[in-house]
T-cell receptor
């Protein structure tokens, strides 16, 4: 099955700096890569996702890049703000149709943005 | 729309007791999922239901059973709870069509087994 590794497990930055979280995956059939944000005591929520036919996707201060050859993808947050403090999870899915929409999650990165 | 709802929010069980966690969604989604979240372990899939009438094992199914009662509801049962099942349980749903792959999560159930 799919295996997703996520690094670092904790990340502390100063407000206004950039943050980068990296994930690798093992199954070459995976073609859908979402990122979820989970604030303390809350449910995970999707913040951005990318399909394998795209190398990069941006949404305001967040961006995701994908390297299918190397089987890794990264989340980039620019101009970080204290409200970006949360746990971030990457995930991968073969998403190949039918019933095969399971997500395999990384173990998460605790991002702390210091004012 | 309430989205995905879960009951109860908190539960304490003694070892060997049984209970059922309830999940319902009002988004007319076909697929539903149960995850457990443990510190440092991320979200691990227990069972999922791709559509009404089907259920399949995920990564960590041992000790659990599920029922897809109808399109809206997907329950998770612990027949004989063990301390290793202490965790936060999340239900999620999705409508996996091209361009719509997001999983929507419920608020979670915090379960403690003593």
């Amino acid at each position: 099955g799919e295996n997703v590794e996520q690094h670092p497990s904790t990340l502390s930055v100063q407000e206004g700096d950039s943050a980068v979280i990296k994930c690798t995956y093992s199954d070459s059939a995976s073609n859908y890569f979402p990122w979820y944000k989970q604030e303390l005591g809350k449910r995970p929520q999707l913040i951005i996702d990318i399909r394998s036919n795209v190398g990069e996707k941006k949404d305001q201060r967040i961006a995701v890049t994908l390297n299918k050859t190397a089987k890794h993808f990264s989340l980039h947050i620019t101009e970080t703000q204290p409200e970006d403090s949360a746990v971030y999870f990457c995930a991968a899915s073969p998403n190949s149709g039918g019933s095969n929409y399971k997500l395999t999650f990384g173990k998460g990165t605790l991002l702390t943005v210091n004012p | 729309n309430a989205g995905v709802t879960q009951t109860p929010k908190f539960q304490v069980l003694k070892t060997g007791q049984s209970m059922t966690l309830q999940c319902a969604q009002d988004m007319n989604h076909n697929s539903m999922y149960w995850y457990r979240q443990d510190p440092g372990m991320g979200l691990r899939l227990i069972y999922y239901s791709a559509s009404e009438g089907t259920t399949d094992k995920g990564e960590v199914p041992n000790g659990y059973n599920v029922s897809r009662l109808n399109k809206r509801e997907f329950s998770l049962r612990l027949e004989s709870a063990a301390p290793s099942q202490t965790s936060v349980y999340f239900c999620a749903s999705s409508e996996p069509e091209p361009g719509r792959y997001e999983q929507y999560f419920g608020p979670g159930t915090r379960l403690t087994v003593t």
